[in-house]
């Protein structure tokens, strides 16, 4: 069973953090277990370490850390392969793994981590059988192009615009399919923004 499971960057900065058991602070964990994995070689492989009573796996991909708290008497090669699978997830759902791209989507990448895992228990892990329970859409991040300006605002910065990706969730029923088709409980909502822009020439 896992009781914590989180993202941090290559600095250390915690993405994505989730604590099935309550029972623990996240930052005084990840402060003093990011040492000790800055300090581990790159090329190491994934290894299990304790920290303040605690068992922790990693795997690093993409210079990102995916790491979990288990118990000490589980087997590390279910929760290996279980941290590979969400790095693949995260890149089937995305498009890409990076920073970035976690950083625009954590909201996908929860409900993800809430369909993966019950109370830190693993449900499954198919990307065909998550497809019926995923309702965010993913924003995909564009690489920059010099031709293409329409995103880039004052000096260079990115717009509101552009950090939007567009929705079909409007389209899409509050219940999952889980529901039996016999209940009829729908709500579609359309939100329409409007802007009126007066321009003066001084």
Known sequence: ????????????????????????????????????LASLPADQAPVVMEHDGGHFLHTRQ??????????????PFMYLDLLNRLAALI????????E??????FALIYELLDEILDYGY????????????????????KPFNLLDLSSVGLFGAETQQSKVA???AASRPVLSS???????????????????????AN
């Not at 970035?100 to 989507?105: A, G, K, M, Y």
């Not at 198919?126 to 924003?139: A, G, H």
Request: charged content about 20%; glycine content about 6%; aromatic content about 8%.
């Open 91 to 98: 890149r089937d759902y995305c498009g890409d793994l990076s």
């Open 178 to 200: 889980r529901h039996p088709q016999g209940d009829q409980n729908e709500i579609f909502l359309d939100v329409i923004e409007r802007m009126t822009v007066a321009i003066g």
């Open 1 to 36: 069973m896992i009781s914590q499971l989180f993202i941090l960057s290559s600095k250390g900065d915690l993405l994505i953090y989730k604590d099935y058991q309550g029972a623990s602070s996240s930052s005084s964990a990840v402060d003093g277990l990011y040492l000790k």
């Open 166 to 168: 567009p929705s079909s």
């Open 100 to 105: 970035d791209v976690i950083r625009l989507n």
């Open 62 to 75: 993409r210079g990102l850390y995916f790491v979990i708290s288990v118990r000490p008497d589980d087997s």
């Open 122 to 141: 693993i449900q499954t892990t198919s990307t065909d059988v998550l497809k019926n329970f995923i309702q965010s859409d993913p924003v995909i991040t």
